[in-house]
């Protein structure tokens, strides 16, 4: 089975600043993998899919990049609605494990 | 854009069985894949079990292999996932999920899980 592995578990960050978070699968899943944004007490929320692509209504500042085994999930400028954790998840076949999450905090 | 509800949330006694219901509306239910993940508290997303779009093919987690069923009622727009032998470990909220941006090739059946319902706690506890 394929493990997802993301770092760091936490990042702390200031509005304006740019948050780059990694996620690390233990076999290569080409570039089947999405990312989630979760806000306390919310479901889940998809911003990317396929690697790269952005979910509508998704801002541009949600970005995707990777294959094969490492993939990263960058946001350029951080608003005070991205206060959040954040969980990858790859789509390359079954069982489909999310990552650990990483949460984005106030510094 | 498409909905999802869960139902059928509630505390049971360990050994005891429970199904949840996931009602879609606004999408073309029989034309996707659907998924159900879990969140212990405090704790992260786990994914736990898959459906394809017509029902032919069905995917578990390991702990919940040959204790947890999956199923759907196209006709009823309706997900199911039936839960048996409920163990302490299985109290979570539950998610129902769409597969959206499905890719069918010769090696596999891909997605990613476009849109959720709300959630609904199970609270397995004697």
């Known amino acids: 089975d394929i493990q997802m592995t993301q770092s760091p578990s936490s990042v702390s960050a200031s509005v304006g600043d740019r948050v780059t978070i990694t996620c690390r699968a233990s076999?290569?899943?080409?570039?089947?993998l999405a990312w989630y944004q979760q806000r306390p007490g919310k479901a889940p929320k998809l911003l990317i899919y396929?690697?790269?692509n952005l979910q509508s209504g998704v801002p541009s500042r949600f970005s995707g990049s990777g294959s094969g085994t490492d993939f990263t999930l960058t946001i350029n400028g951080l608003q005070p609605e991205d206060f959040a954790t954040y969980y990858c998840q790859h789509a390359n076949s079954f069982p489909r494990p999310f990552g650990q999450g990483t949460k984005v905090e106030f510094k | 854009q498409g909905q999802l509800e869960e139902s059928g949330g509630d505390v049971v006694q360990p050994g005891r069985s429970l199904r949840l219901s996931c009602v879609a509306s606004e999408f073309l239910f029989s034309s996707y894949g659907m998924h159900w993940v879990r969140q212990a508290p405090g704790k992260g997303l786990e994914w736990v079990a898959t459906?394809?779009?017509?029902?032919?093919?069905?995917y578990y987690e390991d702990s919940v292999k040959g204790r947890f069923t999956i199923s759907r009622d196209n006709s009823k727009n309706t997900l199911y996932l039936q839960m048996s032998s409920l163990r302490a470990e299985d109290t979570a909220v539950y998610y129902c999920a769409r597969g959206g941006h499905f890719h069918f090739d010769s090696s596999g059946y891909r997605d990613a899980l476009d849109i959720w319902g709300q959630g609904t706690m199970v609270t397995v506890s004697s």
């Open positions: 396929a690697t790269s």
């Open positions: 076999q290569g899943i080409s570039t089947w």
């Open positions: 459906i394809w779009y017509d029902g032919a093919n069905k």
